[in-house]
């Protein structure tokens, strides 16, 4: 179970790194962003201050029916000034654009592809997390299932259980169509020939009518777990004797 607990801890550190990672990665892009709207935001206040003044002449110039020379002469040079201001303005404002749409879409776009990777690894180990905690509920229950099994032997080798006989055997039928749905198999094993992937020995028996390494009998059944070794077969192997040549 302590290697169960580390995977987890494990697991949770990997996601929190990677959290961390795009957090960091948002607020540099973020910051970047709101670096140059602030200088935009303060170029248009200045545009909005010459359009105020613009719309005050225009105003002086409706309401009143003739202008000295004096009067025409000041408002000559305030329109030359607010021209130079908006002159100025309009190129800094030029400035702090020029190239940035290019730079401001590729930035978008690398968040957005950082983004769509990051939901697949989370789906990735949203879905790698769930198999992990059934395999484990599955290994859990395995050994019920092998304890009914084993009744069911002794059962019918009794003769006079046939009631319970019969529970034993829906109860098993239930548990294995449940297992089956989930993804459990059980491994091949009798008269197969070992597999050290899918088997282990625990005993040995010299035999003549069996080849080699052979299982001739399954101790405890192993399965797969959608298509992964959960738990592997315990199983006894035929041997040859073998003699030395005279």
Known sequence: MSNDSNKGVSRKEEFEERIERLLNEVSVCSKAVGAEIGKLTSIKGELNALVKESKRITMKLNEEQELSDEELEEISDTVEILEEEFETKRKKTEEVLAGKEKEYLTALQYLKAEFENYKRRAEK???????????????????????????????????????LLKGVELTVKQINELLAREGLEEIQAEGMQFDPFRHEVVSKELVENHPENTVIEVLRKGYLFRGKVLRPAMVKIAIKEHRKEE
């Open 125 to 163: 180990d949203k879905r790698e997390f769930a198999d992990y905690l059934l395999e484990s509920f599955i290994l859990d229950l395995l050994p019920i299932k092998d304890a009914l099994e084993g009744a069911m032997r002794h059962a019918k080798d009794d003769g006079q259980s046939e009631g």
